[in-house]
């Protein structure tokens, strides 16, 4: 119970159930879920600990607001932890990861004409966190949660972030770069991305806020 009550926690925030900001009750939380308010109190430690929600004494609880400087230092966190990654599928040297991955930028594509930026941003965070997955590095996969579900509360509210096709270029040049098989040279790949995709965030979550 205890996990089911956190995992839908979780997903409420970072599918935007529950916006940015939102103030969380633990007794309108327990009445909808149908449980006592003990669990509601684990799941808020635990996703505290994940970064997702905050909690203020006297003030209570409420889901974690990103600025500017936070999305800066999780891209710059990404962009240390996912170069791992990548030599780490290089040395696998397994067609069925990239294939998996190639399926993924597949549906990015496809779901572009929509311009539906909820769908957009699960893909590419999809892309990613695959991407850490087929490493087989638990507590590379672990940090790169604790990172990949802050950024996900943003991007619920980012309907200014994907604009153009770039989106699917930008994944393909990075098996491209795994099928180099070159690791200097993908791990620089993925290392340029990330920081490109982090420097266009910070600049639109600016224009965003005076906006």
Not at 204 to 209: D, L, Q
Request: hydrophobic share 40%.
């Amino acid at each position: 119970m205890q996990q089911e009550v956190t995992d839908a926690l979780r997903d409420a925030i970072t599918s935007g159930g529950f916006p940015p900001g939102a103030r969380l009750l633990e007794q309108d939380l327990a009445r909808e879920l149908g449980v006592s308010r003990a669990p509601i109190r684990e799941a808020f430690r635990l996703l505290t600990g994940e970064g997702l929600v905050v909690t203020v004494p006297h003030k209570g609880t409420s889901v974690v607001e990103l600025g500017r400087e936070d999305t800066v230092e999780i891209f710059r966190l990404r962009a240390a932890i996912e170069p791992v990654a990548v030599e780490r599928l290089i040395e696998l040297d397994n067609p069925e990861h990239r294939a998996e991955l190639r399926e993924i930028i597949d549906l990015l594509r496809a779901s572009l004409p929509e311009r539906d930026p909820i769908t957009v941003a699960s893909l590419d965070m999809r892309f990613h966190e695959r991407m850490c997955e087929l490493a087989e590095m638990p507590r590379l996969l672990q940090a790169w949660r604790a990172l990949g579900n802050q950024l996900r509360t943003y991007f619920t509210i980012a309907e200014h972030f994907y604009d153009d096709d770039a989106v699917v270029s930008n994944h393909e040049q990075v098996v491209q770069a795994i099928e180099s098989r070159d690791i200097p040279y993908a791990c620089d790949v993925i290392h340029r991305h990330i920081l490109g995709g982090g420097e266009l965030m910070a600049t639109r979550w600016a224009t965003g806020r005076e906006a």
